[in-house]
């Protein structure tokens, strides 16, 4: 008796009618910003990567993800070599090609 006097039954409120699809649609929201805004960019970007390294070719002056510049002298499977300064090749793989320069580049730094 002494502790219904302090504590009170606690009630359920009514539940609201379609309160299940209301409580989901904030996540739903989130997770479609979340495509349009993030993921779907980066995919964008990828295929975009993907395309340019497939289509390298020997004379071609490219940058490399560690910040080596120069001109492809031979194209493999998987690895390039590039030419840094005159007789001076280098081999990457080529995954490090990080950017595709305009003709003329070189000779401009």
């Known amino acids: 008796m002494l502790n219904n006097l302090f504590i009170s039954n606690a009630h359920a409120a009514p539940a609201a009618p379609g309160g299940d699809l209301v409580s989901f649609l904030p996540i739903l929201i989130i997770f479609v910003l979340f495509y349009f ?29 560690g910040g080596v510049i120069g001109k492809i002298t031979k194209v493999g499977d998987s690895f390039l070599s590039i030419e840094i300064a005159a ?21 401009g730094i």
């Open 37 to 65: 805004m993030l993921i779907r960019p980066q995919m964008k970007q990828a295929k975009q990567q993907k395309a340019m390294i497939e289509a390298l070719k020997a004379g071609d002056e490219v940058a490399t993800t």
């Open 87 to 107: 007789n001076t090749t280098i081999n990457v793989q080529k995954h490090a090609v990080q950017t595709l320069l305009p003709p003329g580049t070189i000779k």
